[in-house]
């Protein structure tokens, strides 16, 4: 019994999209940003993550270990440089929150938003 897909990766013409329905975990989240490294077009996209209703569990030190993950990762000759996390509810603000704080010293800047629109105004300004 496979696993339902709650996590789909596309390709627009100015970003990469990323969408993860029902709460995902930690395994979700590495398999998105694996996905997401190996798209040749990630190089020059920046990224949305799209987090639809649902609990996000992740523990606090899974936002450090995803930390290590992206930094470990990330295709180095990369030119994307903008990350913007859409949530939609105050607990998921504050997961997105801490893990901005966590992630700063990665080479994105992370921007969190409350709608699809203001994120791809922010992601292709």
């Given at each position: 019994n496979l696993p339902k897909m709650?996590?789909?990766?596309?390709?627009?013409e100015d970003f990469i999209l990323v969408e993860l329905k029902?709460?995902?975990?930690?395994?979700?989240?590495?398999?998105?940003?694996?996905?997401?490294?190996?798209?040749?077009?990630?190089?020059?996209?920046?990224?949305?993550?799209?987090f639809h209703e649902g609990v996000i569990n992740l523990s606090h030190d899974d936002l450090y270990k995803l930390?290590?993950?992206?930094q470990e990762t990330y295709p180095k000759e990369t030119k994307a440089n903008k990350t913007a996390l859409v949530v939609k509810s105050d607990e998921q603000l504050n997961m997105?929150?801490?893990?901005v704080q966590i992630g700063k010293d990665l080479p994105y800047?992370?921007?969190?938003?409350?709608?699809?629109?203001?994120?791809?105004?922010?992601?292709?300004?």
């Amino acid at each position: 019994n496979l696993p339902k897909m709650s996590l789909e990766v596309s390709v627009n013409e100015d970003f990469i999209l990323v969408e993860l329905k029902e709460g995902p975990d930690i395994s979700e989240i590495r398999r998105g940003l694996t996905r997401l490294f190996y798209i040749p077009e990630f190089i020059d996209k920046n990224d949305i993550w799209v987090f639809h209703e649902g609990v996000i569990n992740l523990s606090h030190d899974d936002l450090y270990k995803l930390r290590d993950i992206i930094q470990e990762t990330y295709p180095k000759e990369t030119k994307a440089n903008k990350t913007a996390l859409v949530v939609k509810s105050d607990e998921q603000l504050n997961m997105a929150e801490a893990f901005v704080q966590i992630g700063k010293d990665l080479p994105y800047e992370f921007r969190i938003f409350s709608n699809l629109q203001d994120a791809k105004d922010w992601i292709t300004a």
